[in-house]
């Protein structure tokens, strides 16, 4: 019998909390609650969680300030509640490695789509590299090992990437020398449609540029097409070891 996915709600509100539950456990989830950072943080270490719901507000930590966190210790997907709807919040949410985000109030159908939508994205393989194992991803003196998600420069340098980064760093790899526009880039990392005025996906390639020492200003390898999208300018090669 396939395992249930576990997801851990965080939020100060008992009701959203309970009410949450209650819906994904009727909906074949197991469901895990916390009410502070400190309660989140000794459920992660007592249970195997595929999945955290996150409150920006609460009342012993800073919703944005735990994602940061949960994102330099592993990659587990988190889902950030809010219930402000001001851009800034959502750029800074996806910024500190959220995978996606959901302003309150909203339907606990939509929420329970897009955990759907994270884990699967999260689990699956690109179909184009199905067909034969690829491990290592090399490209202008860089090598991105596909296994741990570590980015490893021309200097031998490694840097751990959050969820959002490798995903947008092996999309751009997937194309190379190829334009991707900022709704493919949405929808492929995101699972969801480009929002207007949504600067989520700019935000990310901003992070990436830092990580690959890509000058912003005039970038080499990840280069900005106006009114258009993003091309990665190098040449890929795809092995299946590192080393």
């Known amino acids: 019998m396939e395992k249930a996915d576990c997801i ?6 008992a009701e959203i909390r309970r009410l949450l539950a209650d819906y994904l456990a009727r909906n074949g989830c197991e469901a895990l609650s916390a009410r502070s950072g400190r309660e989140m943080w000794a459920v992660l270490e007592r249970h195997v969680v595929d999945l955290v719901v996150l409150d920006l507000m609460l009342p012993d930590a800073d919703g944005l300030t735990l994602c940061r966190d949960l994102r330099a210790k592993s990659d587990l997907p988190v889902l950030m509640l809010t219930a402000r709807g001001e851009e800034t919040d ?3 949410g996806i910024e500190m490695g959220a995978d996606d985000y959901l302003v309150k109030p909203f339907n606990p159908r939509e929420l ?7 884990l699967r994205r999260t689990r ?3 179909p184009n590299l199905r067909p034969e194992p690829v491990r290592c991803l ?8 596909t296994a741990t998600r570590v980015l490893t420069a021309p200097d031998g340098v490694n840097t751990p990437l959050s969820g959002g980064e490798f995903r947008l760093l092996r999309i751009l790899l997937e194309h190379p020398n190829r334009v991707v526009n900022r709704d493919q880039l ?3 990392i995101h699972g969801r449609e480009a929002e207007p005025y949504d600067r989520a996906i700019d935000v990310q390639v901003s992070r990436l540029r830092q990580r ?5 200003r005039e970038p080499q390898l990840i280069k900005t097409v106006r009114g258009e999208g993003y091309v990665l300018a190098a040449v890929v090669e795809a092995s299946p070891t590192c080393g």
């Open 8 to 13: 851990l709600i965080v939020d100060d509100d």
């Open 90 to 92: 959502r750029i800074i």
């Open 112 to 118: 329970l789509a897009r955990i759907k939508m994270i």
């Open 124 to 126: 699956a393989l690109p």
């Open 138 to 145: 090399r490209f202008a003196g860089w090598c991105l090992d």
């Open 186 to 188: 949405t929808e492929m």
């Open 212 to 216: 690959l020492r890509d000058d912003s």
